[in-house]
């Protein structure tokens, strides 16, 4: 079975704080995605890598960045943490296979900016 | 924003009844997905059809496609008090790899 992990499920930090979000898949998919979930937005999309060192910006990539230095490792930064990145984050990754496969999602990670 | 929209936000069934839920799109798309979340949870797939598809089932789940209208829906058959969730749609635009989720719909089965 494939598995995404995010390294928390729930985390508190303070506002300015730099936070990490890790993320680690295990089934050597080359591409790998950053949601955050907020009620009524649905998911938007961050930012997502499709290689090693490649990042492409998503719909909201202000106040974050990545960093994708192996394959199997997607890391989120929150350069100077806000309140209004208080959400629920998702990590996801899937195989380049022309398209037409899925997306596998890890557990979330609920961040609360105070 | 390229994000989809489903329809309705929130439902409300007894068990045994049919659930369908609709989502419209934005853009020219290779595939749409639809997944599923328990409360707090990450996403777990369900079923995906291809733009050159209209219909297709996988259990009591059945996906349709309207590339011209740009929309698709998911009926959920003879609905169980497990089937509570939310469910969202994503879309995977031609020429690239990106997933684009839409609102999703909060289902509650009422046993």
């Known amino acids: 079975d494939v598995k995404v992990t995010q390294s928390s499920r729930y985390l508190v930090k303070r506002t300015g704080e730099k936070v990490f979000l890790e993320c680690v898949q295990d089934?050597?998919?080359?591409?790998m995605f950053w949601y955050r979930q907020d009620p009524g937005l649905g998911l938007r999309l961050i930012y997502f890598s499709y290689d090693v060192k490649m990042k492409e910006k998503g719909d909201i990539p202000e106040g974050y960045s990545v960093s994708r230095e192996k394959k199997e490792r997607f890391s989120l930064i929150l350069e100077s943490a806000s309140t209004n990145q208080t959400s629920m984050y998702l990590c996801?990754?899937?195989?380049?296979?022309?398209?037409?496969?899925?997306?596998?999602f890890g557990q979330g990670t609920r961040l609360t900016v105070v | 924003s390229q994000q989809g929209e489903e329809d309705p936000q929130a439902l409300s069934i007894q068990e045994g009844e049919n659930a369908t839920m609709n989502c419209s799109y934005k853009t020219s798309i290779n595939n749409l997905q639809w997944y599923r979340q328990n409360s707090g949870r990450g996403l777990v797939h369900l079923i995906l059809?291809?733009?050159?598809?209209r219909e297709k089932h996988s259990g009591r789940l059945r996906v349709t496609l309207d590339t011209s209208k740009k929309s698709s829906s998911l009926l959920i058959t003879a609905s169980r008090a497990a089937d509570t969730a939310s469910y969202f749609c994503?879309?995977?635009?031609?020429?690239?790899?990106?997933?684009?989720f839409g609102t999703g719909t909060r289902l509650k089965v009422l046993a």
């Open positions: 996801a990754s899937s195989p380049w296979t022309g398209g037409h496969t899925e997306a596998f």
């Open positions: 994503a879309t995977a635009a031609s020429g690239t790899y990106k997933y684009i």
């Open positions: 059809i291809r733009s050159n598809e």
């Open positions: 089934m050597d998919h080359e591409n």
